[in-house]
């Protein structure tokens, strides 16, 4: 990957007018020991048992991101769980392939009835389903034990939490997204110190981009030591 050198002036782009950018693509997908295998899985579709499988990872660990991969790759549909519908089973199974966000999220018992219908007819008619949660089917209260079981059956790959190596590379795409370029030392300053999740580093850029803009100096650790408390 390579670093652009800058002076410590100049190693952030400000520019307001350029709009945020949240890149989905394949290539934008950092791969490493955590996550490779989960990645495998979503490029591999036709090895899924019953053409069915289920993605779990803490929040922010790039589940939503392999689904879009996926989504890419199939031209599925995506439906948040909360928001299932009995009324919808039908014309999503039609589709051939479907995913399904966060069923460990706010999930009423009327979601329950059409997500285990829309498994049963995904499975009849040689539709593709995937399914993402944060955690896995044990650590989920449901009220249609039929639908539990349907999902513990399920073939599982799990995102892990990330390594030194990938919370560098999420880092990095966070500063990108906003336009932002900052030297190779401040990243693993930063990724030694804040928690393994793409969350945290959301969360760690935003408070940064504010910071610099509101002192109109790049980011730099200097910066980060006087305004950052870990």
Do not use: C
């Amino acid at each position: 990957m390579g670093w652009i050198s800058l002076k410590m002036a100049e190693q952030q782009i400000l520019d307001i007018s350029l709009p945020r950018r949240r890149a989905f693509e394949r290539d934008d997908f950092y791969v490493s020991a955590s996550n490779a295998t989960a990645l495998a899985m979503i490029e591999a579709e036709d090895r899924w048992p019953n053409r069915q499988l289920l993605l779990t990872g803490p929040e922010g660990a790039g589940k939503t991101h392999l689904a879009q991969v996926w989504m890419e790759r199939t031209g599925a549909e995506r439906v948040l769980a909360a928001n299932l519908r009995e009324d919808d089973v039908a014309a999503l199974a039609s589709i051939g392939a479907i995913v399904i966000e966060d069923f460990d999220q706010n999930l009423a018992v009327p979601n329950e009835v059409a997500l285990f219908h829309l498994m049963n007819m995904a499975r009849a008619e040689g539709a593709t389903l995937l399914l993402t949660a944060r955690k896995g089917p044990s650590n989920v209260s449901l009220t249609i034990r039929d639908l539990a079981s349907r999902l513990a059956s399920l073939a599982h790959v799990q995102i892990e939490a990330p390594d030194n190596a990938l919370m560098q590379d999420m880092i990095i795409k966070q500063f990108r997204d906003r336009h932002l370029i900052v030297a190779k030392p401040v990243v693993a300053y930063l990724a030694r110190r804040i928690e393994r999740s793409a969350k945290a580093a959301r969360n760690i850029v935003d408070q940064l981009d504010r910071i610099s803009r509101s002192e109109a100096h790049g980011i730099t650790i200097p910066l980060i030591r006087e305004h950052v408390k870990f």
